[in-house]
Structure formats: structure tokens, C-alpha cells
């Protein structure tokens, strides 16, 4: 039997025989498109070169490529698990023609592959096609497939896209009949029935000949191309003879973990298949995500890792792994796929921390959340809802109470559902929806880059791009640009662009983009900010101000400018200028970014990682991978290593190195980047000495560290749970802020009526004295509102036996209002206490009920709801204590007045 690496390696080997050039993955983060949250197919990474965008030194590709689909249009969570086929993550191998071979070749691949090295028997196989793709049947027939076992589907099946836009094309899938006899039927192909499946897909041809816009409309690809895929996990299970992905040894090992873990039977994991299943998928992408840079969050891709962990983590519960047990699971997936994919061995150490620090943050906050989610269940379960979904059988959930459980325990809205589902519960998740939306504390997704995921305006500057060169204005490779040795270059003015149309000339006070034959601005990208400067004519007879410089497409240099005098032309001489200091000090902070992670990595571990930066001249941003904050002998260190750098004056070099090269040598790669074969690397460090600093890198830098002159740390601190960032200014920021800062201690000092050297004991003076005073006035504040409670007990009345108080008081806070509520108890061992008060310019309320009175129908949670509705508030708690806050405070002495009322209906 072929394990899976084998299997792997068939495939590649096979495709490198025949002319592909065998592509890593890329990373499930994909690199500059914001119209997909993860990589889920394999053409993701060759997305440009389909369109036309991006020009490659191969035509013919082939890949492993690792793939989420857990989101958008490809969303298969819900059926892990319960399904023998579906995951999460998973892998999907690939070959791709970029303009070079289409339909013939690509179908006689397939067949080579699945036959001579698979050994797969043709009877077996069903090959369906595009409704109206005649050409497709008539290939498939001269290749030897007899017409009966061709199928013809719609767009649903064989018409594919990767999203709502971007390439696509008709397809022809590959199904294989796994099962014996008669059931070799062409009713099973395209079958939906997950628990009756005989015949399986395992391989789909995709035949790229359009793009989609935004507006639907399919558009001719520059070239035609094959983009295939076939998974991974499915063509293991098939050459294993397993009856489902999971019987792979992609699989077992992780789930005989797990088993181990739980000290479950062989009977028990088969009887308890959906847990073992929901793990093993689970921890596989977490592991991936996490090694590809992706930390849990609540916001976008950090919420999907977060939601997964913790899904894998409540199954976990069903089978009685109430402590941490992922990380060590994480070891069994890091121990099978780490031949292949080395950076989940690099990052084991990260990828394993973050998986158990996860687990330990959320253990109490699970049980918490599904304790609460059971209460809301058991409490709709005593009313007749009289409403249905899907199922008229099945009750519903609010979706503002599934919100709550979100934004109260950290519940996601998977784990709801699947509770709910086991219930008989449907999530009314419009009604979801509209309360997350509604909640100021919901992060919003921030869209960034001039560019950036719009392939419309993208393919227009491709257009531009290809007639200047078509006429001659620019050469085959594009602009020449250099940004990195002169500042000032004699140029051409070669397009002139108004709001992305095409125009001969501009005039003053209007906002063009401007085409240079050649330039010396450095592009925004990298985290490092574009140059700014001016382009003026040689003529003397107009100006330009450059704001701001892009590449939209590769070869490309977009100048964002603003017209200060005369009237620039196409075709006019010119001189651009790089504004030379705002340069210097965006160098200056660029090269202290690749010492100061250097420094990180020394001092805190190789677990760090670059996370983001942003490179600006008055100051840098670093992100980075880290647990917990650093401490104040860790940031002295930190500071004192990136000072100590600087001062040694390293020389630094940059040049141009063969990238597997110059990974094994050390240096280090943003992971959301896509790189090419031959990259630029950028070394810090004595000559003939280990680099003290190695990163591809395509910014601009100092010549020696020493030109920095020195660096502060201004600030540090969390951006999600394992990140952290860092501030840090340079050079004349140095300057500025310690000029800023003294001025400000002297104006302190002044104000306190202290010598400088002395304002921090004069400040420990003044802050001990106001702590007195406070403390002084909090108990006057409670005395007196202790006087106004006795003279309130006064009003306690008897209500069907009960001893009541419903007071409006003096409070300044909410404890206040509780510590009342037990002071009754101390007077009244049995009773009811409604307290209210205004507090913060809202109304509170505190109700206080005796134990015993519980067993009569008292319940203080249920008298504050409604009380609080009255002051348009809500509230809960336990059936002896809750509390509610509410808008109007207007309405709080009509709210207290139901007390009575309420408590005589209660134990009536």
C-alpha cells in the first residue's frame, strides 16, 4: 500500500518529467488579494498569471497546495465530521498551463497518471463535461473513453470559478466508482448522498478561458490555461482502500492520539466517529494556520483559527479531554506532514505554544458558555415558540442571545449551532447578524492599497501597460527603476492618466497619475511607505508634486502626482527628484526594523515573527509573534542590543541571490509574501562574520548601521492575543522626542513646585496624598449612604408573607447598590430587595432574593428583567442576585413601583 508521501511524490515526480515546474505552496494566507480570506484552490498563487498580469520563466506548473475552505462561497465546515469527504484544510494537488498546453494535453495527463502510475482501472472511471462543451466529449472519445461512461452537467457542476470574480472556465471532473457490481451506475456521479456514496471525484480539469468582473460579465483571458485539482485526502483514501478520508494515514495517526489521549476503545473512537473526526481535521488546519503566520483573533482569518481551536476543544469535551490535549495532538501533525511542508518543523515550538496558550484561555470560558447556552436552551424549551426553520420540529434561538454568548464567553457561533442542531434548536442567524452589527465593540475590516484586490482597475494599467510598450514608449521589462543608488534621474514623460482613462495632458491644480520612462522613487510596498519628491520639466516650464508612487502591475511605476505649475505633456523631458531627507530617514528606520527583530529573536527566542511593520520617516511599527508582553528588564535588553548594533557601525549589503539559497542560509522571509526564484536580500554584519541580520527584503537602507545614530523604544504592546508591537523612532526622532519630553518634565516639575531630579518622588507625594483624600471621601460616601438605606428599611412591606423593599437610593456605583442588597439580608434573613439608583447618567438596579424564597417562584433574574424593561434596560443573574442597567432614567421610580406586584404574582 502507497502511504501518502509516496503518494505525493508520484504526482510531482510525474508532472517534472513532463516539462512542469514544480511550485512550493504558498502560504494559506494569500498574498495581495483581498477578495479571498484563505487560499482554497491551487490556482490561487497563479491567479495573475491567468489573467495576464504577471509573466512567469515557466508555462507549465505543478504543486501541493495546502487549502481553507472555511469561508465564502467554499465554506465546508458544517459537514465535518458527520461527511466522509470533507475538510477544512486539506491539500490539492495541481498542474497548470499558462498559454501553453489546453484540453487534449491536460486530459491525457490525467489518464497516464491515474492509470500507469496509479494503476486505477478505466471501467471505473466517469468523466463528466459541460453541457455544451462538444469539443470536451470529442477529446475525451479520441482518447479512448466510450460515450456511455461521458456525462454532460450545468454550471453547478461543471462551470468553475474560484469566487464571485476572477478566473474561470468550463470543467470536466474525473469520478471514480469505488464500490462492486451493479452499482457502477452514472446515477451515482454527482450523488450528494454522503452515506451512500459509491462513486467519488477525484480529479477536476479546469479549462481557464474567461474572467468574471464584478458585473458578471465573462471576459477573454489573454491566453488560455489548465488549472486542475485533485485532493489530496480523497486520492489517499482511494489507493488505501479506505471507506472514508479519514481511514488515511493522513489521518490515523492523529486520531490514535487522540484516542490515546481520551483512554478510549477501538469500539469507542468507531462509536464516536464525529469527535475524532472533528479533531483530526481541526488540529491539521490550526497547526497550518498558525505555522503560516495566522494567530487567534476575532476578526477575519484570526477568528476562523480561533472558531476551529475551539470546535476541535468542545469535541474534545465529548470524549472527556477536559484539559489542554490539542497542542499535543498538534505533535502528531507536525511529526506526518513535516517532511514535506520543513516550516511546520521550523515553527514547532510557535505553532504548539500558540495551540496550548489558546486552550488554557478559553477551558473556562467553554464550560462557562455552554452552561449559559444550556440555560437559554432549558428556558426556551418552556415556551412555545410556535416558530420553525427548516424543521417544523425544531424551536429557535434567538440570534441576539447566540450574540451574547460570543460576546460574553467567547462562544462562537459554530459551537452555538452545533449545540443547538443536538437540541433540536435552529439559530435564527439573521437575527445574529443584525446584533453583531449592532455592537460598537465588532472590529470592521479595513481595506488598505490604491490596488489592492481590484483586478478591473488592475487589468486597466495592464492595458496602459502593454500599449507603451506596443508603441515603443516602454520596453518589454517596463519601467527602469532604480531606487536604490540615484536619487535624481533625466527621464520622458510617457502616460499621463485622469481617473485611470488615458490623457495627453494635465493642468494646475489637478490630481493625475504619471508614467516615467524611468524612475527613482521606491513604490509603496513592503510595509515601507513610497518616496515623495518631484518631477519637473527640463524646460523649466511645469512642475509636478509627488504625493505618492505605486506599482500596480508588475514592470509598472505609478506616479501619484499633484500638477503645481505649467501644463505637463507625453512625451515631455523631465527630471524626477526623490525628496533626499524624507528619504534618509525612512532608510534610517528600515534597517533599524531588520535589527530590532534581530534583537527580539536573541532576547525572547526564535518563536518570533514577523507579524507586519510599517517603515514611515518619523518612525517604525514592528508586529510580531509573541505570548505575552515583554517585560522591563526584556524591553531594557531589547533597546540596549538595537543601540549596541547601531553603534558597532555594521556595514550593509544587499544584492540579488537565488531564494532556496538564501533561505538555507539564514535568511528570514515575511510569510504573507510571495517571492520569486531570484530575490533581494538585504545582510547587516562584519564581512566574513555571521550576518547579524538576513532578510529578503526589497526596501531601501543605510549604507552602515551607524547612520542610524540611535534608536528609542517608545512604545510596546498587544494587537490580538500572541501579537505584539513595538514603536520605535530614530535619528533625528531621537532628537525630537527627547527634546519634547525634557521640556515636558520641566513643565511638570514647574507645576509641582519641584526640582527636576525630584518629580518623581514629588509625584509619588501627590498621588499618596489623593489616594488618602479619596479613600476618606468613599467613606463618608458610604456612610451617608448607609444612613439613607436605614431610614429606606423603614418602607419594608409584607407581600403574601414576604418581607419586600423596593427603594430608589444614593449610590455612586453599581457594588454600592450590591453591598445594599446584602446589608437588607443581614436585617431580613427571608425577602426581596429593588434597589435602584442613578449612576453614570443611567438607571441601575440591583434585585436581592433569599434562598428560600426561590423554592416559592422567586427569581431575582426574572423580576429584573422585568423591571428593567420599563427603564428600556435589560439584565440577569443568579436567582439570588441580579443586576441591570437601563437608558431611561426617568422611568426608574415607575420601575420600582412593580416590585409589589410582581412578587405577589410570583407566590400567588
Known amino acids: ?205 479546469v479549462f481557464m478561458q474567461f474572467n468574471r468582473t464584478e458585473d458578471g460579465v465573462l471576459h477573454p483571458l489573454p491566453q488560455t490555461g489548465v488549472d486542475t485539482g485533485m485532493g489530496f485526502e480523497r486520492l489517499c483514501r482511494l489507493l488505501q482502500g479506505g471507506e472514508n478520508n479519514y481511514d488515511s494515514d493522513l489521518f490515523t495517526d492523529i486520531m490514535l492520539h487522540t484516542q490515546a489521549l481520551a483512554g478510549q476503545t477501538d469500539a469507542q473512537r468507531r462509536d464516536n466517529y464525529v469527535p475524532y473526526r472533528v479533531i483530526a481535521d481541526h488540529v491539521r488546519a490550526a497547526s497550518f494556520l498558525i505555522g503560516d503566520g495566522v494567530l487567534p483573533g476575532n476578526v477575519g482569518r484570526n477568528y476562523i483559527l480561533r472558531m476551529i481551536m475551539r470546535r476541535a476543544m468542545r469535541y474534545g469535551q465529548k470524549l472527556g479531554l477536559n484539559d489542554p490535549f490539542l497542542y499535543k495532538v498538534s505533535e502528531t501533525v507536525i511529526a506526518k506532514m513535516g517532511d514535506y511542508y520543513g516550516d511546520l518543523r521550523t515553527r514547532r515550538d510557535h505553532i504548539l505554544s500558540t495551540i496550548h496558550g489558546e486552550e488554557e484561555r478559553f477551558a473556562r470560558a467553554l464550560d462557562t458558555g455552554l452552561t449559559k447556552l444550556d440555560e437559554v436552551i432549558d428556558g426556551l424549551k418552556t415556551k412555545d415558540q410556535g416558530l420553525a426553520i427548516a424543521n417544523p420540529q425544531s424551536l429557535v434561538l434567538p440570534g441576539p442571545d447566540a450574540f451574547r454568548l460570543y460576546e460574553s464567553y467567547g462562544l462562537p457561533l459554530e459551537i452555538t449551532r452545533d449545540v443547538a442542531r443536538e437540541r433540536g434548536f435552529e439559530i435564527d442567524e439573521a437575527g445574529y447578524v443584525a446584533a453583531r452589527e449592532a455592537s460598537k465593540e465588532v472590529a470592521r475590516k479595513a481595506s488598505s492599497g490604491k490596488f489592492v484586490g481590484n483586478f478591473d482597475t488592475a487589468r486597466a494599467y495592464a492595458e496602459t501597460f502593454e500599449t507603451l510598450k506596443s508603441t515603443g514608449k516602454l520596453p518589454e521589462s517596463g519601467v527602469t527603476h532604480n531606487p536604490y543608488d540615484a536619487l535624481t534621474v533625466s527621464t520622458t514623460v510617457v502616460g499621463i492618466l485622469r481617473d485611470g482613462e488615458a490623457t495627453a495632458t494635465a493642468v494646475v491644480g489637478e490630481k493625475v497619475d504619471v508614467i516615467l520612462a524611468a524612475s527613482p522613487f521606491y513604490a509603496d510596498s513592503g510595509g515601507q511607505v513610497s518616496d515623495t519628491g518631484e518631477i519637473h520639466s527640463t524646460a523649466g516650464t511645469w512642475q509636478l508634486k509627488v504625493i505618492g508612487v505605486s506599482k500596480p502591475v508588475a514592470g509598472l511605476i505609478v506616479h501619484e502626482c499633484e500638477v503645481l505649475a505649467g501644463e505637463p505633456c ?81 556595514p550593509v549589503s544587499w544584492g540579488q541571490e537565488n531564494y532556496k539559497d538564501a533561505i538555507a542560509s539564514g535568511a528570514m522571509a515575511f510569510f504573507s509574501d510571495k517571492y520569486g526564484d531570484v530575490v533581494r536580500v538585504v545582510r547587516i554584519g562584519q564581512i566574513g562574520e555571521p550576518s547579524f541580520s538576513a532578510e529578503l527584503c526589497g526596501g531601501t537602507h543605510v549604507s552602515r548601521t551607524g547612520d542610524i545614530g540611535g534608536a528609542l523604544i517608545v512604545s510596546e504592546g498587544a494587537v490580538a492575543a500572541g501579537i505584539r508591537r513595538i514603536e520605535v523612532v530614530t535619528g533625528h526622532g531621537v532628537v525630537d522626542l527627547a527634546r519634547k519630553q525634557t521640556a515636558q518634565l520641566a513643565q511638570v516639575a514647574q507645576a509641582l513646585r519641584a526640582p527636576v531630579d525630584q518629580t518623581v518622588e514629588a509625584v509619588r507625594k501627590l498621588s ?8 476618606a471621601l468613599e467613606k463618608a460616601q458610604r456612610e451617608l449612604a448607609r444612613a439613607h438605606f436605614e ?107 412593580l416590585t409589589a406586584g410582581l412578587v405577589g404574582k410570583m407566590t400567588a
Open 1 to 205: 500500500m502507497k502511504l501518502s508521501n509516496e503518494i505525493r511524490s508520484t504526482f510531482l515526480n510525474y508532472f517534472g518529467r513532463n516539462g512542469h515546474e514544480i511550485v512550493a505552496s504558498s502560504s494559506l494566507v494569500p498574498h495581495g488579494d483581498k477578495s479571498i480570506l484563505f487560499t482554497n484552490a491551487g490556482m490561487n498563487q497563479f491567479k495573475n498569471a491567468f489573467l495576464g498580469l504577471e509573466k512567469r520563466s515557466y508555462v507549465r506548473a505543478a504543486t501541493a497546495q495546502k487549502v481553507m475552505r472555511v469561508s465564502g462561497k467554499h465554506n465546508d465546515l458544517e459537514n465535518v465530521g458527520p461527511s466522509k469527504r470533507h475538510h477544512t484544510f486539506f491539500e490539492m494537488l495541481g498542474n497548470f498551463s499558462f498559454g501553453d498546453y489546453f484540453k487534449p494535453d491536460a486530459m491525457r495527463f490525467a489518464l497516464e497518471l491515474l492509470e500507469g502510475e496509479y494503476g486505477l482501472e478505466r471501467e471505473r472511471m466517469w468523466f463528466t463535461i459541460y453541457k455544451n462543451d462538444d469539443e470536451a466529449e470529442a477529446l475525451w472519445q479520441k482518447v479512448g473513453i466510450k460515450p456511455s461512461r461521458i456525462l454532460r452537467f450545468g454550471e453547478k457542476d461543471n462551470f468553475w470559478s474560484m469566487g464571485p470574480t476572477g478566473p474561470c472556465g468550463p470543467n470536466s471532473e474525473i469520478h471514480y466508482f469505488m464500490g462492486k457490481g451493479v452499482d457502477n451506475d452514472a446515477k451515482w456521479v454527482n450523488n450528494d448522498d454522503d452515506l451512500n456514496e459509491t462513486t467519488v471525484e477525484i480529479w477536476n480539469l
Open 570 to 650: 507625453v512625451d515631455d523631458a523631465c527630471n524626477a527628484q526623490v525628496e533626499v531627507l524624507r528619504r534618509g530617514h525612512i532608510a534610517r528606520n528600515h534597517t533599524a526594523t531588520h535589527l530590532l527583530q534581530s534583537a527580539l529573536r536573541s532576547i525572547l527566542g526564535t518563536h518570533v515573527q514577523q507579524q507586519g511593520s510599517a517603515v514611515s520617516p518619523d518612525r517604525l511599527r514592528f508586529d510580531f509573534s509573541h505570548p505575552t508582553g515583554l517585560t522591563a528588564d526584556e524591553l531594557e535588553a531589547v533597546g540596549d542590543m538595537l543601540n549596541d548594533s547601531i553603534y558597532v557601525n555594521m
Open 768 to 775: 499618596s496624598q489623593l489616594s488618602e483624600t479619596q479613600k
Open 791 to 897: 431610614a429606606a428599611l423603614a418602607n419594608v412591606m409584607q407581600v403574601n408573607g414576604v418581607n419586600v423593599l423596593s427603594a430608589r437610593v444614593s449610590a455612586e456605583n453599581a457594588d454600592l447598590l450590591r453591598e445594599m442588597s446584602e446589608w437588607f439580608g443581614k436585617k431580613y434573613a427571608s425577602g426581596v430587595c429593588v434597589l435602584g439608583a442613578v449612576v453614570a447618567d443611567k438607571a441601575a438596579l440591583v434585585v436581592g432574593v433569599s434562598p428560600d424564597l426561590n423554592k416559592r417562584g422567586l427569581d431575582a433574574g426574572k423580576l429584573i428583567r422585568e423591571i428593567a424593561a420599563v427603564v428600556d434596560g435589560r439584565g440577569g443573574g443568579k436567582p439570588t442576585l441580579a443586576q441591570a442597567a437601563g437608558k431611561d432614567v426617568s422611568k426608574l421610580d415607575a420601575a420600582l413601583a
